[in-house]
């Protein structure tokens, strides 16, 4: 749920477009966290200003700047708590959504 503020603010709507775009990235894919070989289910987590942002399912914590740190992942999930967990286990992209999409190619 985002509460948006009655007289327009730059710093929420430069929030808000970011916690869309990091939305956007992870819709129909897992994620990695960094260059890790686990993939993690994805669910939104609280963030600033009523914004929610992608995370891993599990909890999984991760140190850093925060943007750039999670990459959306088009693998099947291999985290042992994501897939221990009822609820990671129903965020988790699986079957064909998990697929490379298609390049655009010219006819």
């Known amino acids: 749920m985002t509460t948006e503020p009655l ?3 730059p710093l929420y709507t430069g929030l808000s477009s970011l916690a869309s775009q990091e939305a956007t990235r992870f819709t129909d894919r897992n994620l990695r966290v960094r260059r890790s070989p ?3 289910a994805v669910r939104m987590t ?4 009523g914004l929610t ?3 891993p399912a599990c909890g999984q914590g991760w140190s850093g700047p925060g943007a750039g740190e999670l990459h959306p992942a088009a693998e099947p999930v291999t985290c042992g708590h994501c897939l221990s967990s009822a609820e990671a286990r129903a965020a988790a992209v699986t079957g064909s959504a998990v697929t490379q999409p298609p390049l655009p190619f010219p006819a």
Request: aromatic share 8%.
């Open 7 to 9: 007289i327009p603010d």
């Open 38 to 40: 686990v993939v993690h």
């Open 46 to 49: 609280p963030w600033v200003a």
């Open 53 to 55: 942002m992608p995370a």
